[in-house]
């Protein structure tokens, strides 16, 4: 989160970067001939708007994801629940054709790992939870079984993915202002309603002021308030904009503001200068080679993934219709690790 800004990531879980699809010319994602009850279509099976509320359901149980109660947002996120959803059905058929099969005993496994880590192990719990979210355990642990044969699609489809020394030296000296550390400020803000209220508050803290005290008391930024308005030690980008042109060309000890967020007036001090850290190539060649690899395993599998979705007949009725339909960078492929873990 940026800090003077708030978001709402509506279906998070579904978006993983997966790069663009190029078209086969002439398909058309969307169809007025679909029932009314169709969520959308892949050749001759017609998924209902049904079923599609049921995954969502059973999407929510597992992971948190919420639906938006309505407006714009919700829009979105049933257009790109339909989308991702469409595209599961496809790599479905694909596990199928790779003979893969998940043993109740895998499933049974990584269900009981979820439930310890999100309910400490208290089954009765898990079970109520899914009422709650109008789902059952057969729905769920359905979800699971898929998610784990997507992650061995995943890893017959990547194979061994490699990356030589002179790659990984090459990488680095390509990304070594990237690797390293950035500048850093430790930084108590504090945010108001108004910009006369913000100026009162800089005139106090140029005095000399607490501004620990004075965010506990006039902060209405619920998150840091408490904490005396102590965002710890935030690099410029994790700031908004304009706030972190204020934050970061401001000298330590000083105050700074005000400037306005989309929450309110920040105004605070900066507490202390952290200075940057080059990277050097020991500290950061394991990351990097992780990184490297799974940057290769995303492509071969996005490269693929395309080839499946060009071939596959996907219609969506108007409603569900995605605003991206030839783009799978909006799916919750098997690489994210969003599966339930032990």
Do not use: C, H
């Not at 799916?331 to 969003?338: I, R, V, Y």
């Amino acid at each position: 989160m940026r800090w003077g800004q708030r978001r709402i990531q509506v279906g998070a879980v579904l978006a993983v970067a997966l790069g663009m699809l190029v078209v086969a010319p002439g398909w058309r994602p969307w169809s007025d001939e679909l029932p009314d009850d169709a969520a959308f279509a892949i050749g001759e099976r017609v998924v209902t708007v049904a079923e599609l509320d049921a995954r969502n359901d059973s999407l929510r149980a597992l992971y948190g994801v919420e639906e938006p109660g309505g407006g714009a947002d919700q829009a979105s996120f049933r257009r790109q629940a339909a989308k991702s959803m469409a595209i599961s059905i496809v790599l479905d058929r694909a596990v199928d054709d790779a003979g893969i099969e998940v043993s109740d005993t895998t499933v049974d496994q990584t269900l009981s790992g979820f439930i310890e880590q999100r309910f400490q192990g208290d089954r009765t719990a898990f079970v109520s939870s899914l009422g709650n979210v109008n789902t059952s355990e057969r729905v769920v642990r359905d979800e699971v079984r898929r998610q784990i044969a997507l992650r061995e699609l995943l890893a017959a489809i990547a194979g061994e993915v490699t990356v030589s020394k002179a790659e990984l030296r090459a990488a680095f000296e390509q990304r070594r202002d990237q690797l390293g550390t950035p500048e850093r400020r430790r930084v108590r803000n504090i945010v108001v309603a108004d910009e006369q209220a913000a100026r009162e508050i800089r005139t106090r803290l140029d005095a000399g002021a607490d501004p620990a005290r004075v965010a506990r008391r006039a902060s209405i930024d619920g998150a840091t308030r408490d904490a005396g308005g102590d965002l710890g030690a935030v690099a410029r980008a994790d700031l908004l904009p304009e706030v972190g042109a204020a934050v970061f060309g401001t000298p330590a000890g000083a105050a700074y503001g005000p400037v306005q967020g989309s929450q309110g007036w920040n105004v605070g001090v900066v507490v202390e200068v952290l200075p940057a850290v080059p990277a050097t190539f020991a500290a950061v060649r394991a990351d990097l080679r992780r990184q490297l690899t799974g940057e290769r395993t995303e492509a071969r599998w996005s490269d693929w993934l395309a080839g499946r979705i060009r071939a596959a007949d996907i219609r969506y009725r108007e409603p569900y219709r995605p605003r991206d339909p030839y783009d799978v960078t909006a799916w919750n492929q098997p690489a994210t690790g969003t599966e339930p873990q032990p």
